[in-house]
């Protein structure tokens, strides 16, 4: 079964600071790979997803995150952050199942950002 | 503007209650999904409805009763629920093909008294 770790259940980081947010899964074949964000009060927002192709991907919000399959990681980086994601991201991993895309997710890493 | 609309946003029900939650997607999307996040745990995935029709159920507690009338709309029935079941429940919906992504809804916060 697919499994997905974040390793870091809160980062704090100044306004302006680079960012990344790590993501480890164990997965037998490619994965599809995803990021989310959930402000709080919020339901999840999809940032970026990766299925195919070109290893680093662009996502809304100014991230980006890259496949890397030798160390079965999928980080999410923002070279400057913003008071405004301040919020939890989560990274999913998606199998599919016969029509339905199945999704398990990280325990997720909460982000606070300081002025 | 998800295109997933969740209501209510909140509910505080006792054990004995009867109580319904819906969710509704504008999107035209097939798929429809009930998950539960609770502190500090995964999201779970509950149930799954594909072209209206259970293809996942999650080892849910049969105290949680999913309906799922039409592609658009997707309620949970809750009945004789413990304090346990207090978390916040997601609904999402996707085109259903592979390679489709999950779309959220706001969620409602549930709290069993």
């Known amino acids: 079964a697919q499994s997905v770790t974040q390793p870091d259940i809160h980062i704090t980081v100044s306004e302006g600071a680079s960012l990344e947010l790590r993501c480890n899964y164990s997965?037998?074949?490619?994965?599809?790979l995803f990021w989310y964000v959930q402000s709080p009060g919020q339901g999840l927002q999809l940032l970026l997803k990766?299925?195919?192709?070109?290893?680093l991907v662009q996502g809304i919000k100014g991230f980006e995150a890259e496949f890397k399959r030798s160390q079965s990681s999928f980080n999410l980086r923002k070279p400057s952050v913003h008071w405004s994601d301040a919020a939890e991201y989560f990274c999913?991993?998606?199998?599919?199942?016969?029509?339905?895309?199945?999704?398990?997710f990280g325990t997720g890493t909460r982000l606070t950002i300081i002025p | 503007e998800t295109g997933v609309t969740q209501t209510p946003r909140h509910l505080v029900m006792g054990m004995t209650n009867k109580k319904s939650l819906k969710c509704e997607q504008h999107?035209?999307?097939?798929?429809m999904y009930w998950y539960k996040q609770s502190a500090k745990k995964p999201l779970e995935l509950m149930f799954v409805?594909?072209?209206?029709?259970?293809?996942e159920n999650n080892s849910v507690p049969s105290r949680f009763s999913p309906e799922c009338p039409n592609s658009s709309h997707l309620f949970l029935h809750l009945h004789t629920l413990q304090p346990e079941d207090s978390a916040l429940y997601l609904c999402?919906?996707?085109?259903?093909?592979?390679?489709?992504?999950?779309?959220f809804g706001a969620g409602t916060r549930l709290s069993v008294l």
């Open positions: 999402a919906s996707s085109q259903g093909a592979s390679q489709n992504i999950q779309y």
């Open positions: 997965y037998g074949a490619t994965p599809y």
């Open positions: 990766y299925f195919s192709g070109d290893t």
């Open positions: 999913a991993v998606g199998i599919s199942n016969f029509g339905n895309e199945k999704l398990t």
């Open positions: 999107l035209g999307h097939n798929a």
């Open positions: 409805y594909n072209f209206k029709e259970q293809t």
